[in-house]
Structures are given as structure tokens and as C-alpha cells.
């Protein structure tokens, strides 16, 4: 069983920056992919983005394109999502996900583990 845990969210004003951080609880081998995805209240969970874990390849959805870039470090175990020019929009609970499989893409249902989450607030 893998252990996520988020950190790093928080209050921020519009145009400012936060960069959120997970950890596994264990070596990631057997793990392809990270994700971001995040739920506002009422809303569905959507997908942000994800990196494979051994490539490092990324994919984003649009809304966060050229303003949000995902990154892992393999030695220490974590994938860190950087946000920059937020948005009120942005304003969400964000969760970490990981999957054991490598074609896994936007859906939360391919993705086998969770984290906790982490509200992230943008204000105007």
C-alpha cells in the first residue's frame, strides 16, 4: 500500500504563487504516473495534471497551461506541483494521485492511490 501526503497549500492573492508538494510513503517502484487533480465545493474532481514517473513526461489541462508545471524527484520520492499567476478559479482542494499503470490519463478512476488533499484558496 502506498501512502501519499500532500503539502504546501494555503491563502494566496491573485498573481501569487504556491507550490504543493507529495510524498510516498515508500519507494515508487511499481508507480507510472502522478497526478494533480482538485475539487471546488459543488464541483466535480478534475484533472490538472500528470508526470510519468520514469520519463518525466507531463501533460496539463488547458486552464493551467503555462501557469502551473509539475515535476518529480525521483530520489526523494516526491512530485511537487508549481503554481504560479492564480487565479480565483484555481481556488480548490487539490489531491495527489499515483497509479500502477503507465497509460493511465485524466480520469480519477485509473488512479489507485490518494492523498489526503490540500485546499488551496486564490483571493481577490
Known amino acids: 500500500q502506498v501512502q501519499l501526503v500532500e503539502s504546501g497549500g494555503g491563502l494566496v492573492q491573485v498573481g501569487g504563487s504556491l507550490r504543493l508538494s507529495c510524498t510516498t510513503s515508500?519507494?515508487?517502484?511499481?508507480?507510472?504516473?502522478m497526478a494533480w487533480f482538485r475539487q471546488a465545493p459543488g464541483k466535480e474532481r478534475e484533472f490538472v495534471a500528470r508526470i510519468n514517473w520514469n520519463s518525466a513526461s507531463t501533460y496539463y489541462t488547458d486552464s493551467v497551461k503555462g501557469r502551473f508545471t509539475i515535476s518529480r524527484d525521483y530520489a526523494k520520492n516526491t512530485a511537487y506541483l508549481q503554481m504560479n499567476n492564480l487565479k480565483p478559479e484555481d481556488t480548490a482542494v487539490y489531491y495527489c494521485?499515483?497509479?500502477?499503470?503507465?497509460?493511465?490519463?485524466?480520469?480519477?478512476?485509473?488512479?489507485?492511490?490518494w492523498g489526503q488533499g490540500t485546499q488551496v484558496t486564490v483571493s481577490s
Open positions: 494521485a499515483a497509479s500502477k499503470s503507465r497509460y493511465s490519463g485524466n480520469s480519477p478512476g485509473q488512479y489507485d492511490y
Open positions: 515508500r519507494r515508487t517502484s511499481g508507480i507510472y504516473v
